[in-house]
């Protein structure tokens, strides 16, 4: 049975160009993710990823979303860090984590994702880099049943991005992935909806073989 089921019929925007009108930024979208499967959602900025995240999680008002066996609990990781500017790292994190959790996580977690020592620093201290694998830290203390990334990898060098896609390759979570850079979601993807046209629509979609992730890639590159 999926666990999730998307069945948009589509979604507008105000209209930029006329007061009161109404621009449809998403066409037609449907699609099922199952347990355990990681899909990426790709496509140029602007095409409307984002928004479809937040209609799937409900942070947007709309209909066509379904979860059979109930809803998740869900964390996401959006496009900018977010952190408390007046609360450290593990602070930070320690406001994810569930009713009776306890702090002593932080430090393993940080650690996993090249940030070991840097629990008891502010947030003004990170690079983007930094702030970001510290919000994937902060997502991840929530023990969700379903993630929301949203350019989880921007920003990150080679080494950073390489440690984040094996946490989440290890923890095996039902995941919606937001990125327009083939490599990384041919890196962390099982299936890739392409999206494109005005109003977005998928255009194509992608079963990613996790012995020729390269081959994906070059797909995506066109």
Known sequence: M?????????????????????????????????????????GPSGCGKTTL?????????????????????????????????????????????????????????????????????????????????????????ASPEFLLLDEPLASLDASSAEALRQVLQKRHLPTLLVSHDPADVAALADRVLVLGGSPTVIRDTIVVDPTQRHRAAQLLIG
């Open 53 to 141: 995240l937040k209609l799937i999680d409900g942070l947007i008002p709309g209909a066509g979303i379904a979860w059979p066996k109930g809803k998740p609990r869900t964390a996401w990781v959006f496009q900018e860090p977010s952190l408390l500017p007046w609360r450290s790292v593990a602070d930070n994190i320690a406001l994810a984590l569930p009713q009776g959790g306890d702090r002593a996580i932080i430090p393993a977690l940080l650690e996993s994702l090249g940030l070991g020592g840097w629990g008891g620093s502010f947030p003004n201290r990170l690079s983007l880099g930094m702030a970001r694998r510290a919000a994937v830290a902060r997502a991840l203390a």
């Open 2 to 42: 999926s666990l999730l089921r998307v069945d948009l019929s589509g979604y507008a925007i105000p209209s930029p160009a006329s007061a009161g009108a109404m621009q449809p930024l998403l066409g037609p979208i449907a699609f099922d993710l199952a347990p355990g499967e990681v899909v990426a959602l790709f």
